[in-house]
């Protein structure tokens, strides 16, 4: 399944020279695919793209940012549903 992610955090919490946005997730974590990345930098929001079989694999990527961002995270779909 796919889901969009919408991470945003304060200028305070940006992690710019703390090791860059990198440190805001967990790349290695099991069961997530990253499959794209965008930044609006200047606004201090994120935008991920993921696939993941569950909920728990995603908050397991999300993880390392839960002290210094606030995420949204949304089911997406690459068709539109056939009705």
């Avoid at 930044?39 to 935008?47: T, V």
């Avoid at 995270?73 to 009705?83: M, T």
């Amino acid at each position: 399944m796919l889901f969009m992610i919408t991470q945003v955090h304060t200028p305070e919490n940006c992690p710019k020279d703390a090791g860059g946005a990198d440190i805001l997730i967990n790349k290695d974590a099991q069961g997530v695919t990253l499959k794209g990345r965008w930044g609006a930098w200047a606004h201090h929001i994120i935008w991920y793209l993921v696939e993941a079989n569950n909920i728990e694999a995603v908050q397991s990527f999300l993880d390392p940012g839960m002290k210094r961002c606030t995420a949204t995270i949304e089911p997406v779909g690459e068709a539109p549903l056939k009705r």
